[in-house]
């Protein structure tokens, strides 16, 4: 994937925007301190409460209550909280956090699978009832949650398969954002002219599509997971109504239900604010890195997408 | 010459026919769709159809299912909790859509114009709550706001004030209009920079040869450049403000008397389903939802297409 994508790393539209950007390099001594300032306090505004959430997570309960929120604590307690997350309730924690892993992992990857095929279909090939078709997928994004949580869990509940990580796995691979994105993408990036080459070789269309187009698509296909990769790992309305065992929670249930123990501790419960503020920063720090090691990728993935909107 | 009306005759129907090898392509285009297609319809079409079944009976405790026509539709657009909780999400579109898409729109501009000193770290910081679940961020901004060890409230106790509650009737609603502009505005400035990174070089020359400043560049040259990405915003932003129920539904535990079960649509049509345990209500509190989303989606494209016509 990565040999695939530096050889080709952005499609059209991303070259133009080079073009600018070298011509932008005379211009730098244009900068302007007021609006530089200006940005400072909005990144100042979006990153402090994550900052808080860090150092929060170094400090023992009693700690929260009794010191300054934007200081650390005399006492660091950050090695002490993270154990204290991954053993409490027999070690909840790590079992979300593997759940996590496989609903966003399975999920994302077999949704990018079909979006990939889907929207490289619909840009490449005129087919009857193409257009039609994915006109309704288009349309389907305006779906309410509720109107298909509830149906879809009275019929797993029928099949039995309310309570499985299959519950989870099965809805999120529709994703028919994913499918838009990669159309736009694909239409852009595959020229025409390389399909007609294949097919005079005598190459059948299976092969244009593995060996020839998904080569193309490379930025296009990194866009489409991550967003479904976060979409699955922050959801927290389908498994809310599907699972109702602790053990199949991902990370975003459980860490719901710590909390609704935190503030409301009754019967010998003791409030968990550290190991849910604790918790919260470590599941937070796997999509972030995602990001930031793959942001070259999405970046020029998602600006196709945004040309055609 | 003379052959060609009866060659016209005969053509039209065999050019209708594929030639074999359209015929291998469309089999292709097919193989390659059906995957997705047979998830799409298990997961999304059968559930719809499903929905809207449900939402034609009511269930009673004696005689089970019964055929209730549009009952629950007539119910529903007299329900007070749903149409208060519409209406406050109709509110809500109208204060915070426009204020997380203009500070989108600006922070996209100014990064593009290369005036502002650090623009990769600025761009990562702003985007980075996109990858924040949004429970996690609900929980954190709910203690932000709290008073018992909330910095916000530290900060007003330290130079003398009294301690804010921005958890109370008349706050809530703000509060929640300022996590979900902090979970969103870096998605939509990444959609709006990416649009605007792809906006000619000539184009922009263009305007500066024109003696046009940065100010007049941006409103008049890329502004109307970057409209499609600005209206898929839009759109999404739409259907995101009427769908919302995380945020809600997790302030709920945090301000139980402030936030009811029926702040939201969502929030309502959940609990009518899987605490009143009526589902029939609820697929159709969902329907109507859906139909609501439609219209305002539909209403604001339309205006925009007859904003451009009148250009």
Not at chain 1, 184 to 193: F, L, M, Q
Not at chain 2, 166 to 191: A, P, R
């Amino acid at each position: 994937m990565t040999a695939v994508a530096t050889a080709r790393p952005a499609a059209g539209a991303a070259t133009r925007a080079k073009g600018r950007k070298r011509r932008a390099v005379a211009r730098d001594d244009r900068r302007s301190t007021l609006l530089s300032i200006v940005m400072w306090l909005a990144a100042a505004y979006f990153l402090l409460p994550l900052v808080w959430l860090l150092i929060s997570a170094t400090k023992t309960t009693g700690d929260l209550f009794s010191t300054f929120g934007y200081w650390f604590a005399p006492h660091f307690g950050l090695w002490d909280n993270i154990v204290r997350t991954f053993t409490y309730e027999d070690g909840a924690f790590g079992r979300w956090i593997l759940n996590t892993i496989l609903y966003a992992g399975a999920g994302s990857i077999g949704a990018t699978i079909l979006s990939t095929m889907a929207g490289y279909a619909f840009a490449k090939y005129e087919f009857p009832g193409g257009k039609a078709i994915f006109s309704v997928v288009l349309g389907s994004i305006m779906i309410p949650l509720t109107a298909l949580a509830i149906p879809t869990y009275l019929l797993f509940s029928g099949a039995g398969l309310t309570d499985t990580p299959l519950a989870v796995i099965i809805p999120s691979l529709i994703s028919p954002f994913g499918v838009y994105l990669m159309r736009v993408y694909a239409a852009d990036s595959v020229p025409d002219s390389i399909l007609e080459a294949a097919r005079v070789d005598g190459a059948g269309e299976g092969r244009i599509f593995l060996q020839v187009a998904l080569r193309q698509l490379g930025p296009g296909i990194v866009t489409v997971f991550l967003f479904a990769l976060v979409a699955t790992w922050n959801n927290y309305f389908l498994p809310l109504i599907m699972l109702n065992s602790s053990q199949f929670f991902p990370l975003t249930v459980g860490l719901a239900h710590w909390q609704a123990t935190a503030t409301n501790p009754s019967g010998g419960n003791t409030p968990l604010f550290d190991i849910v503020i604790t918790g919260s920063v470590i599941s937070v720090l796997p999509l972030v890195a995602a990001f930031l090691y793959l942001q070259r990728y999405w970046q020029s993935g998602l600006g196709t997408g945004a040309v055609k909107g | 010459m003379t052959a060609a009306p009866a060659l016209a005759a005969v053509r039209p129907p065999r050019r209708r026919r594929a030639t074999p090898a359209k015929r291998r392509q469309w089999i292709a285009a097919y193989v390659l769709i059906i995957p997705f297609l047979v998830v799409f319809i298990a997961m999304l079409v059968v559930p719809l159809v499903y929905s809207g079944w449900l939402s034609l009976f009511t269930s009673q405790l004696i005689g089970g299912q019964q055929f209730a026509g549009l009952t629950n539709y007539v119910n529903a657009v007299t329900d007070p909790k749903f149409l208060s909780s519409v209406g406050r999400m109709g509110l809500f579109l109208l204060v915070q859509v426009p204020i997380m898409l203009a500070l989108a729109l600006f922070f996209a501009l100014a990064l593009d114009s290369n005036r502002v000193r650090g623009k990769r770290f600025i761009r990562l910081a702003i985007f980075v709550p996109y990858a924040v679940p949004s429970v996690v961020a609900t929980l954190m901004w709910g203690y932000l706001y709290g008073k018992d060890f909330g910095p916000i409230s530290q900060f007003f106790q330290a130079i003398g004030l009294g301690t804010p509650d921005l958890l109370s009737n008349q706050t809530i609603f703000g509060s929640l209009v300022n996590i979900v502009t902090w979970e969103f505005v870096g998605y939509n400035m990444i959609i709006l920079y990416a649009a605007l990174r792809t906006i000619p070089a000539e184009l922009l020359d263009a305007a500066e040869v024109d003696g046009a400043g940065a100010w007049r560049t941006a409103w008049s040259v890329k502004i109307p450049a970057i409209r499609p990405a600005i209206l898929l915003t839009v759109i999404f932003s739409i259907i995101g403000s009427f769908q919302l129920f995380n945020e809600p539904n997790l302030l709920h535990g945090v301000a139980p008397n402030v936030i009811g079960t029926s702040y939201t649509p969502n929030l309502y049509a959940f609990n009518v389903a899987f605490v009143n345990q009526d589902v029939n209500y609820a697929a159709s509190l969902a329907f109507i939802l859906g139909i609501v989303i439609m219209i305002v989606s539909y209403v604001v494209q339309l205006s925009t297409n007859r904003a451009e016509r009148n250009r």
